[in-house]
């Protein structure tokens, strides 16, 4: 984390705006491939694990983790691959922050619940409420994505222009969920020593910082915006970790933290 904060800070002091343009690097194919292997590949992973825990021991915690990691790998995926025709910049813009703010709901959520140290105990209704959880990450976003191809959503991106105000909005919104879910993430971690407490606080972290590079950054592709990706990909990363640990069990897992 102080690695990929001191390198926007670094770049962003001696990195002028005339020069971002020419050292800029955005081959949508290498882009498009980086989502799908850090984000959305390691979302995938994460959503059945989490599958397989929640319809095991119920965790509403896990669940909801399960759900907000699908939510930003589809989003993320589906960004990364409109980003050109058929999409443009800002269909791909559109999708991945509003995809952002979307899986954030999820994080405050899962957060809240492990602070309330909830689970569902009823079976019965764990398969209902997956579909439900999971189905509607899903569905959102693939609705948002038809909205945003034809046009039917608020501008975030105009060429020529820059970001309108609509995307600085919803990107500090997403910013804040995503920063306030590591911190109590992580001062959860400081009473339980659960694993997946840990490496959840550092997979939003470092999501958080990928997402605040974007108020610094010069143009599409440049030094800062990249370091911004490479800190969500780690992010993804660590996410695969976090529930790796909680299926093994690490430090005792979800269950001593609730």
């Known amino acids: ?15 002028p705006t005339s020069v971002a343009a020419s050292v800029a690097f955005n081959p949508l194919l290498v882009f498009a491939t980086l989502q799908t292997l850090f984000l959305f590949g390691t979302a995938v992973v994460v959503a059945y ?28 995926v589906v960004a990364g691959w409109l980003l050109g025709p058929p999409g443009g910049p800002n269909v791909a813009v559109t999708i991945s922050n509003s995809g952002a703010l979307f899986a954030s709901l999820f994080y405050i959520a899962s957060a809240t619940t492990t602070m309330r140290a909830g689970s569902s105990r009823d079976s019965k209704w764990r398969k209902t ?86 108020y610094f950054g010069r143009t599409v592709g440049d030094p800062i915006a990249w370091t911004g990706r ?23 897992g979800l269950t001593n933290s609730q």
């Open 1 to 15: 984390m102080p690695i990929f904060v001191a390198l926007i800070a670094i770049f962003d002091v001696i990195l």
């Open 49 to 76: 694990i989490s599958l397989k825990s929640y319809l095991s021991g119920g965790s509403r915690t896990i669940l909801l983790l399960g759900s907000g990691t699908l939510a930003w790998g589809f989003a993320s």
């Open 129 to 214: 409420k997956l579909l439900l959880a999971y189905g509607g990450a899903v569905g959102f976003l693939s609705a948002l994505t038809v909205f945003a191809l034809v046009g039917a959503t608020p501008a975030f991106f105009v060429p020529g222009a820059g970001s309108t105000v609509l995307r600085q909005v919803v990107v500090a919104a997403g910013l804040l969920l995503f920063a306030t879910s590591s911190i109590l993430f992580m001062r959860l971690y400081h009473d339980s020593r659960s694993g997946i407490l840990f490496w959840y606080s550092m997979a939003l972290a470092l999501t958080t910082i990928g997402l605040a590079a974007f």
């Open 230 to 252: 490479i800190a969500t990909y780690f992010g993804g990363v660590y996410s695969l970790i976090a529930i790796w640990s909680a299926i093994r069990g690490s430090h005792g």
